[in-house]
Structure formats: C-alpha cells, structure tokens
C-alpha cells in the first residue's frame, strides 16, 4: 500500500518577482490594445453628426403623424357618429403609444418637455 503523503505533488514554487512584473505587463497592454480597439470601433460605426438631424427631422414627422391619428381617432371615438367608439379609441391609444416610444427611443431628437407630454397624454387615454 502507498503512503498518502508521497503521492501528492509537491507544490508549484512561488513566481519570481521577474515572471510577476511580466505577466502584469503583458496584461496592461492587453487591456490597453483592447481598449483602444473598442474605441475604434465605436468611432467607426457612430453616426454622423449630418445624419442624425436628417433622423431627428424624420423622428419629430413621424411623432407628429402619430399624434395626429391618436387625436383623430380619440376624436372619431367620440362622436354619436362612430360605429366603433371602443375600437377607435383603442387606435387612438395604439398610435399614442407609438408616438410615446418613438420619444423613449430616441431621447437625443425630443425635449424632456416633448416626453412628458406624450406621456401625460397617454395616460389620459389610458382604460
């Protein structure tokens, strides 16, 4: 039978203080290369600055459109005339919302006051 004690592995020794200094060094420039390389790569695929008021521009079409149906519809869901005043408002909720998450999506093309507008109006219609 084995002794125990002789068949366990001696323990690795200690790192130098040379082999510490270069494994740190060679994860400073690791991190740094990659640092580097995630800003490349952020600068490469940013918009530019043109595109993004032509975007803003068809962001605050695109709310306006939106509101105007909700309204339209809130409007159509009102009146004596409507033969569908639950389904009409529930349009005029659908676009409300579409218009509230085109705001939440795209905080660098609408004012804090435009949020909460087209958040107060959508609680307004809220059920």
């Not at 990659?34 to 605050?60: M, V």
């Not at 105007?68 to 639950?86: A, G, I, K, V, Y």
């Amino acid at each position: 039978m084995e002794d125990p004690a002789r068949s366990q592995a001696a323990p690795a020794p200690a790192p130098t203080a040379r082999q510490q200094f270069r494994a740190r060094a060679i994860a400073a420039i690791a991190a740094t290369a990659l640092a580097t390389a995630a800003f490349a790569a952020g600068r490469a695929t940013a918009p530019d600055p043109e595109s993004s008021a032509e975007s803003c521009d068809e962001i605050h079409q695109a709310y306006t459109d939106f509101m105007t149906e909700s309204e339209r519809q809130l409007h159509w869901s009102q009146s004596r005339t409507s033969s569908d005043p639950e389904g009409q408002a529930q349009q005029a909720r659908t676009a409300a919302i579409s218009a509230l998450n085109l705001v939440q999506q795209n905080p660098d093309c609408v004012s804090p006051a435009d949020r909460a507008a087209a958040q107060t109006y959508l609680d307004e219609l809220a059920p």
